[in-house]
C-alpha cells in the first residue's frame, strides 16, 4: 500500500460545510476574463499566501487558490439519492460516449459513484480504474462495488502526484469535482497525461466559476478559462470542447496528440 500525502491527511475531516457558500462577486469577474492561450509554468510553480480563502490551503497555483481534499466522512453525500436530479450524472454519463472495451480511469472516484455507472458502458471486456489517495474511501469504493456484482472496476490507492496507472494504457480520464483540490496539479497531471493512450482524452468535470447562482464555494468552483490555462502548459494535450448540458458543471474535454 502506498502511503498518503501529508497535507491530504490534514484535511481527511474536512466537512461538507467547505463546498458550500456564497460568492464574491470578483471572483467570476476577474476569472472570466482570463485567456486560454498557452502559457509558461509559473515560477515558483506554487506560491504560499498568508492570507487566503479558509477552505483552501493557502497554497496557489496559476493564481488560483486549491482547495482542502474533501474527507472519506462525507462519502455519503457522494451517494445522495437526489444527486441525479440535481446535478443530471446520467446527462454526464451518457455526454461521455464511452465505448465497449475502452479502459477507463475515475480519477478521484471517493465513493465509486461514477465507476459503477461506466462499468456497464464499457463492459466485460472493459475496465475502470477507481483512482483515490484515501483508502477510507477505496474501501467503501470495493464495498460498493461487490454490493452491484460489478467485476470490471480496480480499486487504485494513488499519491497526491501519481494516479499510479500503467503508461498509455488509458482511453477515458474522468474527474468529478476533483481537479481543484489537487494539492500537486502539475505533477499529477503529467503522470495522468502519460497514463493516456495516444488518442485518449481527460475530461474535467467542475462546477462552474462562472455561475453565480451555482451554490458552491468559491475554490471548489473552476472556470472554464482557468482550466484550458492550466492545461496549456501540456502541449501535448489538446483542447477538444466544453459541453454545457449540466446544470452546474462544464464538462471541459482534452484529446491527446
Ligand atoms: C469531491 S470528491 C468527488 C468524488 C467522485 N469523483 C464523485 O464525484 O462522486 C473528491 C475526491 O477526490 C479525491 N482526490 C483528491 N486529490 C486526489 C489526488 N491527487 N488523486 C486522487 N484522488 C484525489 C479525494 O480523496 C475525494 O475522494
Known amino acids: 500500500m502506498q502511503s498518503v500525502g501529508m497535507r491530504t491527511h490534514a484535511f481527511l475531516g474536512a466537512s461538507l460545510a467547505l463546498l458550500f457558500g456564497s460568492l464574491h462577486a ?48 462525507a462519502a455519503g453525500w457522494l451517494e445522495r439519492p437526489d444527486r441525479e436530479q440535481e446535478e443530471r450524472t446520467d446527462l454526464l454519463v451518457e455526454a461521455l460516449g464511452l465505448k465497449e472495451g475502452e479502459h ?15 462499468a456497464g458502458r464499457v463492459g466485460g471486456s472493459g475496465r475502470v480504474y477507481g483512482v483515490d489517495i484515501q483508502p477510507e474511501m477505496l474501501d467503501i469504493l470495493t464495498r460498493n462495488m461487490a454490493k452491484r456484482g460489478v467485476a470490471n472496476v480496480e480499486a487504485v490507492l494513488g499519491l497526491e502526484a501519481d494516479p499510479k ?40 468535470v467542475e462546477y462552474r466559476a462562472e455561475d453565480a447562482k ?13 482550466v484550458r490555462k492550466e492545461m496549456s502548459v501540456f ?18 474535454i482534452f484529446r491527446k496528440d
Open 235 to 252: 502541449p501535448g494535450m489538446r483542447w477538444e470542447k466544453t459541453e454545457t448540458v449540466l446544470p452546474q458543471q462544464h464538462i471541459i
Open 26 to 73: 470578483g471572483d467570476v469577474k476577474s476569472e472570466s476574463a482570463r485567456a486560454s492561450a498557452p502559457v509558461v509554468l509559473p515560477d515558483p510553480l506554487y506560491e504560499q499566501r498568508a492570507e487566503h480563502d479558509p477552505n483552501g490551503i493557502g497554497v496557489f497555483y496559476f493564481g488560483r487558490e486549491i482547495a482542502h481534499v474533501m474527507g472519506h466522512q
Open 165 to 204: 496507472l500503467p503508461e498509455g494504457k488509458v482511453d477515458t480520464m474522468l474527474m468529478v469535482d476533483v481537479y481543484h483540490e489537487f494539492g500537486k496539479p502539475y505533477e499529477m497531471m503529467a503522470k495522468m497525461v502519460a497514463a493516456l493512450k495516444k488518442g485518449g482524452r481527460i475530461v474535467f
Open 104 to 118: 477507463v480511469a475515475d480519477i478521484g472516484a471517493g465513493s465509486g459513484y461514477f465507476c459503477w455507472r461506466m
Open 214 to 226: 451555482v451554490p458552491i464555494k468559491r475554490v471548489h468552483k473552476m472556470s472554464e478559462a482557468q
